[in-house]
């Protein structure tokens, strides 16, 4: 049972993502970039092909930590898109049975109907425990509350 009252139910749409990691992300994979950029243009020593080589290089590095600040969580009337690392998956709010962020948990795993168990990296403990485990509430609270009504439901 969730800890969330039907009143206390955010109001849809809602997205879920850890902000600080987010931004720890982005900030540095930016920062990343232009520090290596900016070493490639000021090394006079460097042929054109090891500047462009530099450039590709930082890209690539800021890139794969754009990709890790991708996560979210985003819920809706009709049901929850999971955006992980390279993936995303769109679910009805009935194919969710459980939102499950244990102790030691590394994000939210949603367990589904049809057996499986997915991954929601949108709503992980990293750097704001209190942030994470109170929206895995309010996604807990959301599913349990669609999955026994549909959408179309109005609500009290």
Same mark, same amino acid.
Do not use: N, Y
């Given at each position: 049972m969730s800890d969330v009252t039907p #009143?206390?139910?955010? +109001?849809?749409?809602?997205?879920? *993502?850890? @902000? *600080?990691?987010r931004t720890v992300l982005l900030t540095a994979g930016t920062a990343l970039f232009l520090?290596?950029?900016? $070493? =490639?243009?000021?090394?006079?020593?460097?042929? /054109? @092909?090891? *500047?462009?080589?530099f450039v590709f290089t +930082? =890209?690539?590095? =800021?890139?794969?930590?754009?990709?890790? =600040? &991708? /996560?979210k969580v985003v819920a809706d009337e009709t049901g929850v898109t999971v955006v992980n690392i390279v993936s995303r998956r769109r679910l009805e709010w009935a194919e969710i049975l459980q939102v499950n962020l244990r102790p030691? #948990?590394?994000?939210?795993?949603? #367990?589904?109907? #049809?057996g499986t168990s997915l991954p929601a990296l949108g709503?992980?403990?990293? $750097? +704001? &425990?209190?942030?994470a485990v109170a929206d895995a509430r309010a996604l807990r609270a959301l599913a349990e509350a669609r999955?026994? +009504?549909?959408?179309?439901?109005? &609500?009290?």
């Open positions: #009143d206390q139910l955010p +109001a849809l749409p809602v997205t879920f *993502r850890p @902000g *600080r990691t520090v290596i950029t900016l $070493i =490639a243009l000021l090394l006079e020593q460097l042929g /054109p @092909g090891e *500047r462009i080589s +930082a =890209a690539l590095l =800021a890139g794969v930590l754009f990709l890790l =600040a &991708r /996560p030691g #948990d590394p994000w939210v795993f949603l #367990d589904l109907s #049809d709503i992980q403990p990293g $750097i +704001a &425990r209190q942030r999955s026994t +009504a549909g959408p179309e439901t109005p &609500r009290g």
